[in-house]
């Protein structure tokens, strides 16, 4: 069974950074899609970062391009979102998935509008609040 345990979130000023951690099991996350996506109440869940392990490619969305980068660790089998200069509109619950499938998709179409879709196997989530 696969599993996805994220960690990481907290309270944090404007400017400020944190990291996430998405803890991967039953899965090796190697030639797989994966990444990162979040969501407030009310809204649709959005694409942070997607990655298509097996093409090598990588999608930042705008609203976090050059200042969120992802790793991995392949060890350990887990994900990173390092998260840098927050600002306010960052606070919302961050999810990491991840396709089952291979290859996918490119990248892109995971972080685009319903993409997510694509993504078979989901983490709880870790709250980001990024507030004053």
């Known amino acids: 069974q696969v599993q996805l345990v994220e960690s990481g979130g907290g309270l944090v000023q404007p400017g400020g950074s944190l990291r996430l951690s998405c803890a991967a099991s039953g899965i090796t996350l190697d030639g797989h899609a994966y990444g990162w996506f979040r969501q407030v109440p009310g809204k649709e869940r959005e694409g942070v970062v997607c990655?298509?392990?097996?093409?090598?490619?990588?999608h930042y969305t705008d609203p976090v391009n050059g200042r969120f980068s992802f790793s991995r660790d392949n060890t350990k089998n887990t994900l990173y979102l390092q998260m840098n200069n927050l600002e306010p509109e960052d606070t919302a619950v961050y999810y990491c998935a991840v396709d089952e499938a291979i290859p996918g998709p490119p990248a892109s179409r995971y972080c685009s509008g319903r993409g997510f879709t694509y993504m078979d196997t989901w983490g709880k989530g870790t709250l980001v609040n990024v507030s004053s």
């Open positions: 990655i298509n392990s097996k093409t090598g490619d990588t």
